[in-house]
């Protein structure tokens, strides 16, 4: 479509007929994110016209869930997704007004600062120290535990910002860091917590043995300060809760079931918070994601925030 055709159709959004509104409005949808600057163009003009502001905004919000739905898809099916990236839509899905870019910048800036202290002669044990002091010291980020419980406490992003984060949110933001670093760590959903796996880099696409720490050298805990921890913490962990151990919840799981997890955990915050429809919105743009992942023997079993 060309510029002169998007302009001349925004035009006629303040049309009163309705059988025109409703034509013109899906003429510009079918176009998808094509549209979407020019909508955004005329959104910050602000029209005196309040029949046309008020169409512009649900245009926009049409075309902002199509694009972030979309681009879920696009990235569900990417053959490496990237945790930060799909971070990034959960949080574009929930709150599209912040800014994205901004999130970007400083998450490199972070990774960059963490890499300058890196070398190929540390263990593990002294990357693991390298990565708390940066996070933690450097950057002064903190655990919180807040009830009700707050969506910006689970996404990364937001906690690399204002640094704070419950347990998921820090678990991510420390994971993506660690993939970006091309670090052997990987997320590990133990119920109603989440922490950290430093892997055997043999071992680290190991899902099926008869021990359940197979391949894994210790476990992190980010919501203590990026605490090293061995089986016997997380099989005491374990044993306060009122269900059965089971493998699945010591082995690493995969980045779709890690964003599956924050869908979950973000979503509930909203609903306890009232926030319908941001929920709503989010569940809609993430669903090629919740329902392939729905039934799936991989699955975490963990869909309320953590506490």
């Known amino acids: 479509m060309r510029v002169s055709e998007i302009h001349a159709l925004l035009a006629l959004l303040d049309d009163p007929d309705d059988t025109v509104y409703v034509h013109v409005r899906d003429q510009l949808i079918s176009k998808g994110n094509e549209v979407l600057p020019y909508v955004n163009a005329e959104v910050s003009k602000s029209p005196d016209c309040d029949l046309f502001m008020g169409r512009l905004e649900q245009l926009r919000g049409e075309l902002q869930r199509t694009d972030t739905k979309s681009a879920v898809n696009e ?10 990236e799909g971070v990034l839509l959960v949080q574009k899905a929930t709150f599209p007004e912040m800014d994205l870019d901004a999130a970007r910048q400083d ?171 941001r929920e709503k919105e989010l569940l809609n743009s993430f669903e090629p994601l919740l329902s392939s992942l729905e039934d799936a023997e991989e699955r975490s079993n963990d869909h309320p925030t953590i506490r």
């Open 107 to 277: 998450f490199e800036q972070l990774k960059r600062d963490v890499w300058l202290e890196l070398n190929d002669e540390l263990t593990a044990l002294e990357q693991v120290r390298i990565l708390n002091h940066m996070i933690y010291t450097m950057r002064g980020i903190e655990s919180v535990r807040r009830m009700p419980h707050v969506a910006f406490d689970a996404l990364p992003s937001y906690v690399l910002k204002e640094k704070k984060g419950n347990p998921l949110g820090l678990g991510i933001l420390y994971l993506c860091l660690t993939e970006a670093l091309n670090l052997p760590v990987r997320g590990v959903n133990l119920p109603n917590h989440f922490i950290l796996a430093y892997c055997d880099e043999s071992h680290v696409q190991e899902r099926s043995s008869s021990s359940m720490q197979a391949g894994i050298l210790f476990y992190i805990n980010p919501f203590s300060g990026g605490a090293v921890i061995g089986p016997a913490d997380v099989a005491e962990f374990l044993s306060h809760l009122d269900q059965d151990e089971t493998a699945r919840q010591w082995r690493p799981c995969s980045t779709l079931e890690i964003v599956h997890r924050l869908v979950q955990n973000v979503a509930f915050a909203l609903r306890e918070a009232g926030e319908l429809h």
């Open 75 to 84: 990235w569900k099916c990417g053959e490496m997704p990237s945790l930060w």
